[in-house]
């Protein structure tokens, strides 16, 4: 799906990406960790979970570098600046 972080940042709204793994380690599944692109911006994209969620409850993802992002055919994963950590993970939805 998305190849480069350029590909991410036109990312089409309403994209459903899965959230594997955080900076506090694996996420237990559950259909709540599907997390929709509600706002995409040139620094960053925001999350909604439900539809009818508030603004003010968006999950924000901040763009670091392209350095130390990795993409892979079923998804891409985020490193913590400090190189080695994993900061989140994300798989595509399957279409």
């Keep these: 799906m998305f ?3 350029a590909d991410l940042k036109r ?3 309403g994209t459903e990406l899965y959230l594997v793994e955080t900076l506090l380690g694996p996420v237990p599944a559950g259909p709540l ?3 929709k ?3 995409v911006q040139s620094n960053a994209i ?3 979970r439900d539809p009818g969620v508030a603004s003010d ?3 924000w993802l901040f763009f670091p570098k392209a350095k130390f992002f990795a993409f892979h055919d079923r998804g ?3 490193r913590a600046e400090d190189g080695g950590r994993i900061a ?3 798989l595509y939805r399957p279409e």
Excluded: E, K, M
Aim: hydrophobic residues 55%.
């Design 33 to 35: 960790q599907y997390r």
């Design 76 to 78: 891409f994963v985020v």
């Design 3 to 5: 190849r480069t972080l």
């Design 46 to 48: 925001a999350f909604s």
């Design 88 to 90: 989140a993970s994300y």
């Design 57 to 59: 409850r968006l999950s």
């Design 11 to 13: 990312a089409p709204i």
């Design 37 to 39: 692109i509600a706002i």
